[in-house]
Every structure is written in structure tokens, then in C-alpha cells.
């Protein structure tokens, strides 16, 4: 393991555990237990096929630090896109020099695996999460850690539009009203 991914992994959970001391319990003063999860514990390694002790385990020794930058995808929705400037001036704040770099959404976990990328931090499991897993299980994209949001990616539209526009929320219905959603521009 490199220590670039080393750094990025503490860096990005020191994130997400800031993030989750940021929620506010239902009455506003009491501590809030945390939610049960069923998610696997965070690794940075890969997964050993038989269980060691963890006194007779030897410390991996530190990898040489390096001076090539971590590569973050920019991909093309607002909440990726602030989140990974966030990740980035976090990097950036433990000295480490971060570029970043337009990605398709779905093969970035392909270039994860060929070396063209270094971090993903956000995955939208209803749309990208069988590319996403389908990596994970080459054993070339590590889940490092998961959350309980759940993603929802549905049309929407005023009530108002279906008296005028009849047939929805059936999306076959929008040809006979396209002309209500046309501008100059499109």
C-alpha cells in the first residue's frame, strides 16, 4: 500500500468523522447513540484469508512518500463537485498536492484500477453502483466506508403540469406536451 493512499484513506476518514459529528439528535441536548451498522469495517489492506493475532502481526513497514499528486475526478453534479474540492483542500492541508481531473462517472472506477485515479468519494448506488461493485470485486477498488443516505433519482414535476400535459406521470405522456418544455435554446 502506498503511503499516498495511506494519507488520502486517514485524511478521508477523518473527514467522514467530522461529517457525522455534524448531525443533531431529535431533542437538541442529549448525546445521540449511534445508529447499529452492518457495514464491514474500513481497510486499507487487502482482506487476509486466514486471521492472525494481532500481536504476533508484525507493522507493515511505511512506503516511501511520493510526490506525485492525488488524483480526484470531477464529475458533472454540484454535490460531487463541492465534496471533492472539500477532499482536495483537505489533502492539500496534510501536504499533499492533489489534481484534479474530468471523469466519466461510470469508468472512473475502471481508471481507478489502471492507476488514473486515486479517490472517489462519492458513489450514487441507484446509478453508478454496479460499476462501482463490479471493481470492488476485482479487488482493485477498495469500499472504504458507507452511510445510511439514501439516494433517490425520480422525474419531477409541479402538480399543475398534468392538467395541461395529461397522460403523467407515464414519461411516454411528455411527447404530446414537448412543445411546453421547448425554449430557443434547446
Not at 91 to 110: F, K, M, P
Request: hydrophobic residues 40%; proline residues 6%; contains cysteine.
Amino acid at each position: 500500500m502506498s503511503r499516498k493512499f495511506a494519507r488520502a484513506s486517514a485524511v478521508l476518514l477523518a473527514f467522514g468523522l467530522i461529517a457525522s459529528a455534524c448531525g443533531s439528535d431529535d431533542d437538541g441536548d442529549s448525546v445521540a447513540e449511534a445508529p447499529a451498522t452492518t457495514a464491514a469495517p474500513a481497510t486499507t489492506a487487502a482482506p487476509a484469508t486466514t486471521a492472525a493475532p494481532a500481536t504476533t502481526a508484525a507493522p507493515a513497514a511505511p512506503a516511501e512518500d511520493s510526490s506525485d499528486p492525488i488524483k480526484l475526478p470531477i464529475h458533472n453534479w454540484s454535490s460531487q463537485i463541492a465534496g471533492v474540492y472539500a477532499v482536495g483542500a483537505m489533502l492539500e492541508s496534510t501536504g499533499n498536492s492533489v489534481e484534479y481531473i474530468s471523469a466519466d462517472s461510470t469508468l472512473v472506477y475502471t481508471s481507478m484500477c489502471e492507476g488514473d485515479m486515486d479517490l472517489v468519494h462519492e458513489v450514487w448506488q441507484g446509478a453508478f453502483g454496479v460499476a462501482f461493485e463490479e471493481q470492488v470485486d476485482k479487488g482493485c477498488v477498495i469500499d472504504a466506508a458507507t452511510h445510511d443516505a439514501k439516494t433517490r433519482e425520480e422525474w419531477w414535476y409541479p402538480s399543475y403540469i398534468e392538467d395541461v400535459c395529461p397522460g403523467l406521470p407515464d414519461w411516454e405522456a411528455l411527447d404530446a406536451c414537448s412543445d411546453m418544455f421547448t425554449t430557443p435554446d434547446s
